[in-house]
């Protein structure tokens, strides 16, 4: 075991990407507190704080002793845009200020590629909002933007995972997205927690190291070979991505995962990371190929069930 080294205050510790990064900032020595709404089993080298982004005493207890912040937390899913206001924007205001008052200066926030088209949806405008509060403030600030996460847990990309078990894979018509294992981006998250000059004030975009990203109909079928299947791909337009939300929402209601905000932005072409936003390689380079990366996830999903 590495020695406890400083210690990182952590939102989102629960979720996907939290756990993989709770694992990975444990892993490299560091102590981490951890803004939980329900209580968690005891962890070495974990103080579980009890609240969420809205508890303003909860967070000022987080931070307690903490020389850095990793703001993980957000509202991927909302049935409008205050939900994604509540969650994304005010949370992330609540958070930076009480960085400010307790004196935490280094503040990592995951946002998301969404926050460069800021127009397509409520999600990606309560990103790049978000973005603005940190820039304008005094904290010494690193921001990353991932592209698809993919990996154990996730409950996203399980969905296409689900379909290609059933050979048929919908996927937008047009376009290519870049991806990331996530693992690679909690390696990192901590690899970015000391504040190094090459990467304060920064706004990085990474990925998996694919040139040009995935085409959709290539990412599918590699979905589908995880799986042991020949798929067929579903090129879907955004009237359809449309339709899809509506049926989603018939028949899931608050708990659709297609909604009409997703649509708008999952129709859109180019959600591959710019070249001029990569960290710097000898900071970080991924590891995991992702079509290995991709079949690890499918055996992880039989394993536990989820299929």
């Known amino acids: 075991m590495p020695s406890q080294g400083p210690t990182i205050a952590l939102t989102g510790a629960t979720g996907f990407v939290g756990q993989c990064l709770l694992e990975q900032a444990l892993a490299a020595g560091y102590a981490v507190r951890a803004l939980a709404?329900?209580?968690?089993?005891?962890?070495?080298g974990v103080t579980w704080v009890a609240g969420d982004l809205a508890d303003r005493a909860a967070l000022a207890e987080l931070l307690r002793g903490a020389e850095a912040v990793v703001h993980v937390a957000g509202v991927t899913n909302a049935p409008d845009a205050a939900g994604f206001e509540a969650g994304n924007v005010t949370g992330t205001l609540n958070l930076i200020e009480a960085a400010v008052a307790g004196g935490v200066h280094r503040f990592v926030f995951v946002s998301s590629l969404s926050a460069?088209?800021?127009?397509?949806?409520?999600?990606?405008?309560s990103k790049a909002k978000a973005e603005k509060l940190l820039k304008a403030s005094t904290l010494g600030w690193t921001i990353v933007r991932p592209?698809?996460?993919?990996?154990?847990?996730?409950?996203?990309m399980m969905e296409l995972f689900r379909a290609a078990k059933w050979g048929l894979v919908?996927?937008?018509?047009?376009?290519?997205?870049?991806?990331?294992?996530?693992?690679?981006?909690?390696?990192?998250?901590?690899?970015?927690?000391?504040?190094?000059?090459?990467v304060l004030g920064r706004t990085f975009e990474p990925d998996d190291a694919t040139p040009g990203g995935w085409p959709h109909v290539e990412m599918a079928r590699a979905i589908g070979r995880a799986m042991g299947r020949r798929v067929k791909v579903l090129g879907l337009s955004r009237k359809a991505l449309d339709r899809v939300a509506g049926l989603d929402r018939f028949f899931r209601g608050t708990k659709a995962k297609m909604t009409a905000d997703r649509a708008a932005y999952f129709s859109h072409p180019d959600w591959v990371v710019s070249p001029d936003k990569a960290v710097p390689a000898h900071l970080w380079q991924p590891r995991v190929d992702t079509r290995e990366g991709l079949r690890a996830t499918a055996d992880w999903y039989r394993t536990a069930g989820w299929l």
Not at 37 to 44: G, N, S, T, V, Y
Not at 147 to 156: L, M, Q, T, V
Not at 172 to 198: F, K, T, Y
């Open 147 to 156: 592209p698809a996460i993919y990996g154990p847990r996730d409950k996203e």
């Open 170 to 198: 919908p996927v937008p018509a047009q376009g290519n997205a870049s991806m990331i294992h996530v693992e690679d981006l909690a390696r990192l998250l901590v690899a970015l927690v000391p504040p190094a000059d090459a």
């Open 37 to 44: 709404r329900r209580e968690q089993a005891p962890r070495p």
């Open 116 to 125: 460069r088209e800021p127009q397509l949806s409520a999600y990606g405008a």
